[in-house]
């Protein structure tokens, strides 16, 4: 007979008493891990491309004894273990690197170049730390089966593609991620961070990231001559209202005890000085935590672009088309608060209370949060891995300077500190939801 999530999340069939916490060793582990991760680094593929690096997961958690399934939603893959009754863990991690020329002088950094489908040549990076989640999450998969008398259930580990494009928990999902394979009864992840040290873990309750919106806004008018702005309609001017209104929805429609950001990200219109053109385009993202505020950003949107053009004395015919790109949208990430605490107690066990850090939550996105949003109500939770060498972060913190951020080409994890910690942080955290009673 299955439980429901409440009853079940936190229970293991098994009478038998398990430790709650693995004391770990990696000296011997940690060159293999290096060399994998440096092999990572140097070779990544952007979004959707993913397939040699699918391949090197599979091969990884097939010799670690995993039933392993490739090209799953793409290039994604899942290994399952299972060892005995007991609750489904899930670990997840992204592999897809960005279109960053790498610029931080390492001598393993990347030199990938591809042809992206504009046809320019563009540097490929793991500038937003898919690497290190890589490495982390082999080494973890390599310790719980190295520790496998220390837990009993089902390890579930996923690799998941095309997280910097929002589209790979979506398609892994769709494929029947958690009725083909299997139902986790908790799903982790860690994210490394470019603004705490390495060898400390950073995290939070509930929402600890944002939704993501794009949203394209094309403003109609009546084009012609510069010199003669009053036979036409203006779609700049137009824009220009608009992009001021939009403020308005943050500042004076939602409340202010609701994270909400309306950012125009891209204007553009016109092709000459003396023309005025017939449309104005718009790019947009929407970032919040409470899904109904996303809801009232979109609604507010439309409703504001086709108040003003109706004041500028357009019909209904030349409103402006308002298109929320829903394919790429991601819902926030919301911790499991009875979960993340469990998660927390084991990682302060693991590598200490002093190096477990409490954080405010940001508002970037992440797909991760898909996965605690299905019908099954599977309770999720990620964690921050610090990535900042510890000399550069103390150097940054004296003199006020700024460290160099995700996505950025100069970011440059301290990978010899941050791995071992995140293998610690994450077999703990397994191990502790394993044997939670």
Known sequence: MKITYLAAAFM????????????????KSMPAIEKFYLDLHQSPELSYHEQETGKKIASQLTNLGFDVTDNVGGYG????YKNGTGPTIMIRTDTDGLPITEQTGKPYASKVQVTNEHGNKVGVMHGCGHDIHMSSFIGTAEQLIAHKDKWQGTLMMVAQPAEEVGGGAKAMLSEGLFSKYAKPDHVIALHVSASVPAGKVSMKNEYTMASV???DITI???GGHGAYPHTTVDPVVIAARTVLALQTITSRELSPLEPSVVTVGSIHGGSKHNVISDEVKLQLTLRSYNPEVRTAQIAAIKRITAGIAQSAGLTESHYPVVHVHEDESIPSTYNNPQQTNIVRSAIADAIGET???ETKAVMAGEDFGLYGRTDENIPITLFWLGGVNQQQYTN???SNQTLPSLHSSKFAPDYKVALPTGIKAMSNAAVALFNNK
Do not use: F, W
């Not at 069939?13 to 916490?21: D, I, V």
């Not at 893959?77 to 399952?80: D, E, Q, R």
């Open 12 to 27: 293991i069939a098994s009478p038998l008493t398990y430790a709650k916490s693995l004391s770990l060793d990696l000296t």
């Open 77 to 80: 893959v899942v290994g399952i």
């Open 213 to 215: 919106d794009s949203v």
């Open 220 to 222: 109609k008018g009546k």
């Open 355 to 357: 190096n477990v850090l």
């Open 396 to 398: 940054a913190m004296k």
